[in-house]
């Protein structure tokens, strides 16, 4: 995160918890990202090995004291107007052997990611009437707190963030990724995971006799160019 905008987010928290939150009340993305590095980073918490991909997310959540809710986003607009939201995902730390960390040109030790990071659910007819500027996936990835763990058994290690915002230089390839991938449906009437080189569309759900559903996600590409901003 550049210096211009941890100092914005600091004083966005400090302005934001002039405000009394009530209870149940869900805080912004800078008290989130305040609370987060005095109270949480370099700490561990008990987040079970399950087929609930998203437990050590939902841990996170509580941790930040996000109250369940149905909005759209996790956080609370704060004195900036704009709402955020909260990703957590796996990462493991490289060796000399490694694979990925000779693709990725990383130093030993660094912490890499395997895996993509699901958005938000499309449904492929509406995609093609939605400009990127109107569309949900706008709408989750204006102001994301991106926060990676990493697991030893049945314990999470939690590690340091980044904020997301559309003044990040990967803004741009999304917002293309998202028009290339409206194109290829546009032309074809279906959507392949190999469109868009930090975004893609791949079904999601159970699988099986369920009605297939579709959404979008983070490529492991863009979450390493995130943490890793010369690959």
């Not at 008290?31 to 399950?50: D, M, R």
Request: glycine residues 6%.
């Amino acid at each position: 995160m550049d210096s211009l905008l941890l100092l914005a987010t600091v004083a966005c928290a400090h302005s934001d918890d002039l405000r009394k939150r009530k209870h149940g009340e869900r805080p912004t993305l800078p008290q989130c990202y305040v609370h987060y590095h005095s109270e949480i980073l370099g700490t561990s918490s008990f987040a079970p090995k399950c087929k609930n991909k998203g437990a050590a997310g939902l841990e996170l959540v509580r941790l930040l004291g996000i109250p369940k809710s149905s909005d759209c986003l996790d956080c609370a607009a704060g004195v900036d107007g704009i709402p955020g939201e909260i990703k957590a995902f796996p990462v493991t730390e490289t060796s000399s052997g490694s694979h990925l960390r000779k693709a990725f040109n990383l130093a030993v030790g660094d912490y890499i990611t395997e895996a993509s990071v699901a958005i938000t659910m499309v449904d492929p007819t509406t995609l093609l009437a939605t400009p990127f500027e109107s569309s949900r996936l706008c709408k989750k990835i204006k102001n994301v707190l991106f926060v990676p763990y990493s697991r030893n058994g049945d314990s999470v290690l939690w590690l340091k963030p980044t904020i997301f915002t559309p003044r990040h230089p990967l803004y741009a390839q999304i917002k293309n990724d998202y028009e290339t991938i409206q194109d290829f449906y546009r032309k074809n009437q279906n959507t392949e995971s190999r469109v868009g080189r930090l975004l893609q569309v791949r079904t999601k759900g159970t699988g099986g006799k369920a009605k297939r559903t579709y959404a979008f996600y983070f490529r492991r590409q863009f979450l390493i160019q995130l943490f890793h901003p010369s690959n």
